[in-house]
Each structure stands twice: as structure tokens, then as C-alpha cells.
């Protein structure tokens, strides 16, 4: 069936480099993306998003990438801070609803 | 400005018991989302308010799940009996919409984690 996913479940990055979490998503009617970052015993919080009708999407430090040609998303964190593991979802609506479908998420570990 | 409240953040109960959750969203928000959250996966929507009427319940087990809002603003969502199946973080968000009628994003409460024994 149609659904989010991510290519890799964990990702361990050393403090300061650059992370970059995937997301490869089926559904080519889809309208608008949503990052979240759970932390243990907390609900997801908003990252950043984005729109189909946009490619990029800069935040602090974060920036999202969307390629609709491929269904791909991307979170890129710059020099990234122990503050920053946690598991990252990524989240599609579908352009004939108001529902969320989120994909099964990605560990990030900041090593020191 | 104060997020989703949800209560309570833990509840541990036997099988076969009943249970509820409650959920106070964002001032404003008239759209409101129940999600289950089972452990190391993301969450599944299981029934989304507009105001207070229910628009979307396609994925509520309706036999011994419930929910209401009845003024458009708290929501209770409702298990009665409860399985061992239905341990999981359950999660309240709201959100508005945008001017075209377009979703914005969510916001999420800190959850609910049910363990049932």
C-alpha cells in the first residue's frame, strides 16, 4: 500500500557535523510535508515544513529539501548538537484530505 | 501561549478494564487529532475533529473504542475493555487551517502511555 518510510532507522553523527535524515514517500498527490523531532516521553514537535509547490526550505540550522520527481524528502541538520537526538519523523498529507501520514521514524545519536 | 494538555501522562490498568483520555487543545484550534503511538513506530491517526463534529473515524476500532468533543474544544477519547493490544503513547494534537482551507501543522500534546497488564 502507499506509505512514508525512511531508509535508515538509525543514524549516529559525530557533534558538529551535518545530518542528513531521508524519507522516501509514494504518493505523488501529496501536498504538504511536515519534519518532527520526538524526544523520549515527549509528543513530536514541528521541525520545519514544506509545500509541494516549493523545493527548499531553510529553517535555524535545518533545511528541508523536497524532490518530487523521485518522492524524496530530506532533513538536513547543520553542526549537529547533542540536543539534536531523538527520533525524526517525517509526515505527508495527502492533497485530498486533511489527514497525516507519518512514516516509522529515524534515530539520530550525537556522538561527542 | 499554552500547547496541548493532555491527562493523565501515565495509566496502568488490567485488561478488560475501562479507560479515557483527556485532551484540552491549542486556544483557537478547531481541528482536533487523536493518534496512537505504539513503541518505536510513528503515530497512526485514529480520529480527527472539526469543531466537534468527526469527520474522519475510519481508523477508530469503533467496537470498544470512543471519543467525543462535544463543545469543539476538549476532546475524551474513550477504551472500554481494554486489551493487552492496546498498550501504546497515545497522542492529542490540534491545529487551524490555513486561509484556502489548506492544513497547517500540527501540534502535539505529550501524550498518554497506557500500559494494560
Known amino acids: 500500500g502507499e506509505s512514508v518510510g525512511l531508509h535508515l532507522p538509525t543514524l549516529s553523527v559525530q557533534e558538529g557535523d551535518n545530518s542528513i535524515i531521508n524519507c522516501a514517500y509514494s504518493?505523488?498527490?501529496?501536498?504538504?510535508f511536515i519534519w518532527y523531532k520526538q524526544e523520549s516521553g515527549k509528543g513530536p514537535q514541528f521541525i520545519i515544513d514544506?509545500?509541494?509547490?516549493?523545493d527548499k526550505r531553510q529553517g535555524q540550522r535545518v533545511t528541508v529539501l523536497l524532490n518530487k520527481t523521485v518522492k524524496h524528502l530530506s532533513l538536513q541538520i547543520a553542526a549537529t548538537q547533542p540536543g539534536d537526538s531523538a527520533v525524526y519523523f517525517c509526515a505527508e498529507k495527502r492533497n485530498y484530505g486533511q489527514n497525516f501520514v507519518f512514516g516509522p521514524g529515524t534515530r539520530l545519536s550525537v556522538l561527542p | 501561549e499554552a500547547g496541548v494538555v493532555q491527562s493523565p501522562r501515565y495509566k496502568i490498568i488490567e485488561k478488560k478494564q475501562p479507560v479515557a483520555f483527556w485532551c484540552n487543545p491549542i486556544?483557537?484550534?478547531?481541528?482536533l487529532y487523536w493518534y496512537r503511538q505504539n513503541l518505536g513506530q510513528g503515530p497512526e491517526l485514529l480520529i480527527r475533529?472539526?469543531?466537534?463534529?468527526?469527520?474522519?473515524d475510519s481508523q477508530l476500532p469503533k467496537d470498544r473504542f470512543s471519543a467525543e468533543r462535544l463543545k469543539g474544544v476538549d476532546s475524551t477519547l474513550k477504551i472500554q475493555p481494554a486489551e493487552l493490544g492496546d498498550s501504546a503513547v497515545y497522542l492529542c494534537?490540534?491545529?487551524?487551517?490555513?486561509?484556502?482551507?489548506?492544513?497547517?501543522?500540527?501540534?502535539f500534546g505529550p501524550g498518554t502511555r497506557l500500559t494494560v497488564l
Open positions: 494534537a490540534s491545529s487551524t487551517k490555513g486561509y484556502a482551507g489548506e492544513a497547517n501543522e500540527q501540534f
Open positions: 504518493n505523488s498527490a501529496s501536498d504538504y
Open positions: 486556544s483557537g484550534h478547531n481541528t
Open positions: 475533529y472539526e469543531n466537534e463534529e468527526a469527520v474522519d
Open positions: 514544506i509545500r509541494s509547490n516549493m
